[in-house]
Every structure is written in C-alpha cells, then in structure tokens.
RNA sequence: GGCCCCAUCGUUUAGCGGCCUAGGACGCUGCCCUCUCACGGCAGUAGCGCGGGUUCAAAUCCCGCUGGGGUCACCA
C-alpha cells in the first residue's frame, strides 16, 4: 500500500501521444468518433503522435464487423494517425486480443511487488458479508482478504477454486488536474480494492488499459466523462506500475463531456442519430460532420462555427473545452453540413454525388437506366441539385430517376394549400400540349395559366407543383427540375399526385 | 445510498470581476431578393436555476441549496 509517488508528465509538444482506443462492439457512435477528433486535433496542433489501438478484450462482444467499420471511420473522415492498426509502430501489436504476453508479464511483476493480492470471494459472498457487517451492499468488496493467511488459501484451492487477483488501493486521497474540468479530488475510502484479472488469468479492461497506455507511452488522456470515476483507481495502478518499472509517468486526464441525446440521456447507441454511417448515407460529408463534431464541447471563435478540420488543427486546445454536456441537435448539425456543402467546387460535388447515386441504382451498367447513365444529365442535375442541398444526394437522386413514384416528405405534404389539388391539376393540363419542355417554356406556360389567369399568388402556384414533382418542399430549381426530368417523368409524376390521397 | 461531474436564450456556444442595458450560431417569426421553395440580406423572439456571502463592482470568485448527469462489475 505505497502512497502515490509515481510523477505526471508535463510532456508538451511532439512530446505528446494520444491514443483513440475503442473496443469494437457495434457500429461507430458519433460520440466515440468526437473523442476520435479531439485527440486527433490534440495530436496535430501539438505535433505529438496519434496512436490507433483496439480495445477487443472481450470476445464474447467484439466483432470483426465492428473493428473494420472503425478504421472505415476513420478513414472516411480523414483521421489520420501515425501509429497502430495497418501502419504499424514501435509497440505492435495494437489490438490487445494479440498482448496476452505482455499482459501476463505485469501481472507477475505486480503479483510478485506485492500489489496484486489473490481474492477468492464471489460476488454473492461479499454481499453476505456486507450484510452481517451491517454495510451497506453497495459499498462493494470489504478488502477482507488483503492478509489471507496460507491455511485460508489452501482451503480456497481445496474447493476448486481460483482466485481472481485485486489492486491495493492505498489509503489516500487522489487528486488530479483535469485538462477541461481542473482540479479533481476523491477522497480516500472511495472505492475499494478492485479486481484487475479474472479467475483463471483473463486480464480486465481496468488492466488493459493502463498498463498498454503506461507501455505505449501516452502521455494525454482525453476521454469520456463517463471514464472519469475509474480516474482514481488507474493512477493507483499506474503507481504501482511505476513501482515495477513498467510505467514511467502517470498521464494527464481531460474527460470530455458526454454527447447527449432526446431528453436528459446519453446519445444511446439505439438512437439512429448516434450512428455515424448513417449520417453518411444521409448524405453528410465528412468536412459537415467533423465540423459539428467539434462543436459538441469546442468552438473555435465566439463569432463563427463554420470551420474547416485545417483550421481546428491549428487551433484546437484541449483547455478550451466546455465541461458541459452537449446534446446533439441534428438540424443545427444538417445546416453545418449544408454549408459546407455549398462551399464545395461543383466538380467536387458532383463526385460525391456519385456514390449516391450507385447505391440508389441509378448508376448502372443498364442500358434502360438512361436518364441517370447520361452525363449531360448527370451534371445539369447534381449542378442544380447543388445550390440547395442541405444533404449530399438528396436532391440529385431525385431529378435522375426513372421513376413517376415520389416519396413525400411529411413537411410537403403539411405546406400544401387546400386546393393543392386543382391546382396541379391546371398544371398538367396546360402542360400537356406543351411542344418545347425547356425551363423557360414551362416557366411562361405555368405562369400564364396559374398566376395570371388563375390569379393565384405564385407561392400557391408554383408550391404544390414543386411537391407533386418531387415530394419535397425544398428542390432544385423547379421549371429546370422539370427539363431534366422530361416531359412524360414530369406529366407522370403530376399524375401520380392527382390520385394520392392527401393528409 | 457513497463518491464524482455539470448548471448562460428552445438548442449550442461567447463570457474567465468593471468593455454585459449578456454577443454569435441553429431553430422560430416578419420583411427584402426571386413571377416558386431554398440560398443570400435585414429585423425580431428568447437566457445568466435559487439563496447567502466576498467586493466600490459578480453571469464571472466562495459557500449552501435545488436540479440534472455519471459511476460504484470477475463490461469496456
């Protein structure tokens, strides 16, 4: 039980090595993908290393699925990092399934120091104990088998069983200085010695972790707010290792505040929101979604949230962080997104339209898919689509499909005058004779038929013809829509919204 | 329940003792631009949880309360 001796780097500059070290279950959380961010810009404005490591101790949840769409991630949002998975490093291997040896190896040395004692109890066990004790249950383990005596022990083994093997924890207070939230202490007594491998040697996360960060060198932790609890008890396992030689310093911790969902929860990984592809297959881009990302608890000036991952890396500081729990609000994430959507090149637009578009199936190899398959088409479209989308695709998808069915957005349908109907219906029929369906014809002839002669304000006018041709209350330009789309797509679609029952 | 964290408009964020009759952004409302929605421009809406201190002066510092959250696993 040696008191805390161990020091804390004050590393700085290229100094400094953070880690992103997930464990593979499910698919990527946008919350665990902003820790990604922050160490990553934390890395970059300090010119410190970037370490990608995998977390996979646990077979029973870990997924090989999993594990490939975080380096996905990763990839696709440009996080790049110098050391770990695929690229390799000093400390390979990076996924602690593969350093069961080098867990092993603290293990004796922390067992043989005396730090690691051997404890028999089973959950039920402590709890009857707590109960005779007259302590509460909650309060945990009693630390009762600190001095156990041989004769105890060999009636332990007797029985069959193994023992999983616990930390002293010292009887101090533990204090640190958190990188957003300052000065945190706990007061001794506030946890009790905790287990760190199983029965039968399976070495614990609350192992793992430390001891690979110790060995790897970390210097800066940043990490959920929901690690923060577990602070205390890994700088008793990081003194102890210091003890042994395995550790050279203690880290410094920043927690960063949680993401949050609906209410007063935690983003859940049930909520959709919470998942990162599915923010791509709406059609974000990375620059929109890192750039929110990094507004969940940073802000790079009082006067400005729209900024490149440029910019955050030259001025990301892990100082400024807010404490705060943040909670994620997709519409101010879809208006971040759109406006970096609108401060793309029309070429670079059109290139990540495309991959929209294949999995929509309007891109194929089909010679009956001609719409979409044509270039000019192509490009007039996702030209047009461009100016307005708030999503990359979106609107893209729609001007090149071959279909008369549209899907209706819920807000179209609710923007729709009472008499949506006739007037599409005078629509269609000053349409149909139409021989040139250029925009500037179906321009004059809508706007003779509806504004003029019918009297109609060109809101009511030209609205319901916008969702009857695309089901959506925001849309490319309208008469150009239409001259993409051709005549019989559009007459098709007018149609087709005549009978749809409304409301 | 023990321990820890958090507390500024509906949301997010600026503010780190006087520059604050509290600023920006998203949202919402209105107007302008456009014979259309959007984009863009302009205007408006709305906030320092409560109570004590400290100070000439507090959103800003301290204490208490209240509220919210997290954590107390042989999960990570």
Known sequence: ??????????????????????????????????????????????????????????????????????????RWLGLDWDEGIDVGGPHEPYRQSQRGEVYQDVIQKLKAAGHLYESYLNADEIKERNLAAGRDPQMGYDNSERELSDSERERYIAEGREPALRLRVPDQDISFTDLVRGEIT??????????????????????????????????????????????PRQIVLYNAMY?????????????LPFVMGEGNKKLSKRNPESNLFLHRDRGFIPEGLLNYLALLGWSIAADRDIFTLEEMKQSFAIGSV??????????????????????????DFANRVLPYLQSAGLITSD??????????????????????????????????????EVEFEQAAIESLPENAKEVVSAALEVLKPLQDFGAQSIQAALNAELVERLELKPRIAFGPVRVAI??????????ESMEILGKDLSLGRLEAFLIRPLR
């Not at 946890?191 to 491998?197: E, M, N, S």
């Not at 030689?245 to 911790?253: D, N, R």
Request: aromatic share 8%; net charge positive; proline share 7%.
């Open 1 to 74: 039980m040696d008191l805390i001796t161990a020091p804390t780097t004050n590393a700085t500059g290229n100094e400094v090595r953070v880690r992103f070290c997930p464990s593979p279950t499910g698919t990527p959380h946008v919350g665990l993908i902003r820790t990604a961010l922050f160490n990553w810009a934390y890395a970059r404005k300090t010119g410190g290393t970037f370490i990608f490591r995998i977390e996979d101790t646990d077979a029973s949840r870990d997924s090989e699925e999993s594990y490939e769409q975080l380096v996905e991630a990763l």
């Open 186 to 231: 706990f007061p001794k007594g506030s946890f009790p010695d905790f287990v760190l491998v199983r029965p039968g040697g399976q070495p614990l996360y609350t192992l793992v972790n430390p001891v690979d960060d110790a060995l790897m060198g970390i210097t800066h932790v940043l990490r959920g707010e929901d690690l923060l609890s577990s602070t």
């Open 243 to 255: 003890d042994i030689g395995v550790a050279k310093f203690i880290p410094q911790f920043g927690h």
């Open 322 to 347: 807010n404490p705060n729990p943040a909670r994620f609000d997709q519409k101010k994430a879809d208006a971040i997104n759109s406006a970096h959507i609108r401060l793309l090149s029309d070429a």
């Open 367 to 404: 010679p009956t898919a001609k719409r979409a398959g044509n270039h000019q088409h192509r490009r007039t479209a996702t030209k047009r689509a461009h100016d307005r989308a708030l999503r990359v695709g979106w609107h893209a998808r729609l001007l090149l499909s071959d279909s008369a």
């Open 470 to 479: 695309s089901g959506r209350r925001v849309t490319p330009p309208l008469f």
